[in-house]
């Protein structure tokens, strides 16, 4: 049967209306309140590699050596005046860390490799490379002290986080994490994951048996006498990270060589280089350590660490984590004194600790690093943990193998 169709215009209730109203507009405040903080609040890293040239220095090999005190002056010099410019200019909240990464010599001077961090958020990152460049090319202009610089030699591009890593870790002695923290090895405290990024376990048939040092992508520096009762490399992996138990990764050793002169049960001699069967590619967490060079002068008095998984008491028990300990270097005349070790140290080992005892390395230790920051915050391998009467007794500081004494050695056997 026929029916009217009669319209009826239903209309939303007004406190609906308000409702949707409401969170449309909530919506919206959440979105620009987002687009707000990426763009204009939340900073994002950004990471820059360059180069330019230092004109007026006439060719000098020892640049091409990373270690040498030359290519430390100058890039220290050069540094300095990266970090005067940029903190001094109107990016200085934005700048983070600038390094020179590599010294290149030639005929008409040196080239220095830089590498650049800022922290920027993304609204205002647009131009920065730009700024970066014009501070830089302002600061190459200004030839203060005796060096000349050449603006026009600027080179500047942005580069990947990856890309940034990789230059770092392939440099030795940088970490790219740290920690200022002490507080209990015997008188240690437990490092952080990346903090002592060459710092390897040695391990017999699995079990954690001495520290070692990681020099190149290949080679380790030990103790000898961790190779005590045997030296077949089939018996031995190395590992990396501060967990010792179960390693996160194992690298297996193609080759031991213990120093010629080493005689089991004395302490003289105590170095051993690893080659691992295959090169192990670096990391945040992985990479080596500086060598000093043969000539350089280890001061008493300066402040050292040393770190490893071993006992945190003479007889003790052992820690799962890695364990780091300030130390002070001690001159061998105060460490030979009669109620020392009355003339046991001797020139090609080195003392540190403290004479009132307590902190100091332990067994398990033995091979491990003892490594001290420059000038440039960049670490060195001065020791090599050896010996001593138990571990903290008073007047009986840890000996270690000196490392510079045994430069030439270890570029003998390793080609490093
Ligand atoms: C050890 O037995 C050992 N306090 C290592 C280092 C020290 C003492 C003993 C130094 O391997």
Redesign the pocket.
């Known amino acids: 049967m026929y029916r009217p169709v009669t319209a009826t215009r239903t209309s939303l209730p007004v406190w609906m209306i308000a409702l949707v109203v409401f969170g449309v507009l909530a919506i919206l405040g959440i979105i620009i309140g987002l687009l707000v903080h990426f763009l204009a609040v939340e900073n994002r890293t950004y990471y820059y590699q360059g180069s330019f040239k230092v004109v007026n220095i006439p060719y000098d090999s020892n640049y091409e050596r990373e270690t040498s005190p030359e290519s430390n002056y100058l890039s220290k010099i050069l540094e300095n005046k990266m970090v005067d410019a940029f903190q001094s200019s109107s990016l200085y909240r934005q700048y983070i860390n600038s390094q020179v990464i590599k010294l290149v010599p030639d005929n008409s001077g040196v080239t220095a490799q830089i590498w650049l961090i800022f922290k920027a958020p993304r609204s205002v990152k647009a131009g920065t490379r730009t700024r970066i460049e014009s501070i830089l090319h302002q600061m190459l202009k200004n030839h203060s002290g005796s060096l000349t610089t050449d603006p026009n030699s600027l080179r500047l591009m942005e580069i990947s986080k990856v890309d940034a890593e990789k230059i770092t870790n392939n440099r030795c002695g940088r970490r790219a994490r740290m920690s200022a923290t002490y507080d209990r090895i015997k008188g240690g405290s437990t490092a952080q994951e990346g903090e002592w990024p060459w710092q390897a376990s040695l391990k017999k048939n699995g079990q954690h048996y001495c520290g070692a040092s990681l020099i190149s992508d290949r080679y380790l520096v030990t103790a000898a006498h961790c190779f005590k009762k045997t030296n077949n490399p089939k018996n031995y992996t190395v590992s990396f990270g501060t967990k010792v138990n179960p390693p996160y990764m194992q690298h297996y050793v193609q080759k031991i060589i213990i120093h010629e002169d080493y005689i089991l049960g004395e302490h003289h001699d105590d170095i051993a280089v690893i080659l691992l069967t295959e090169n192990i590619p670096f990391k945040n967490d992985v990479h080596r350590v500086c060598l000093p060079e043969a000539s350089q002068i280890i001061l008493p008095g300066e402040g050292a660490v040393v770190t490893g998984w071993?006992a945190l008491f003479y007889d003790g028990a052992y820690p799962v984590l890695l364990q780091k300990a300030p130390v002070k270097i001690i001159d061998t005349n105060s460490c030979n004194a009669e109620e020392a070790y009355n003339g046991e140290v001797q020139d090609t080992m080195l003392c540190a600790g403290y004479m009132e005892g307590n902190i100091?390395?332990?067994?398990?230790?033995?091979g491990g690093p003892l490594v001290y920051p420059n000038f440039r915050n960049i670490w060195y391998l001065v020791g090599i943990?050896?010996?001593?009467d138990?571990?903290?007794k008073i007047n009986?500081p840890?000996?270690y193998t000196r490392v510079t004494a045994y430069r030439n050695w270890i570029a003998s056997k390793t080609g490093i």
Request: net charge negative.
């Open positions: 071993g100091d390395a332990c067994q398990g230790d033995s943990v050896s010996w001593g138990e571990c903290g009986k840890g000996v």
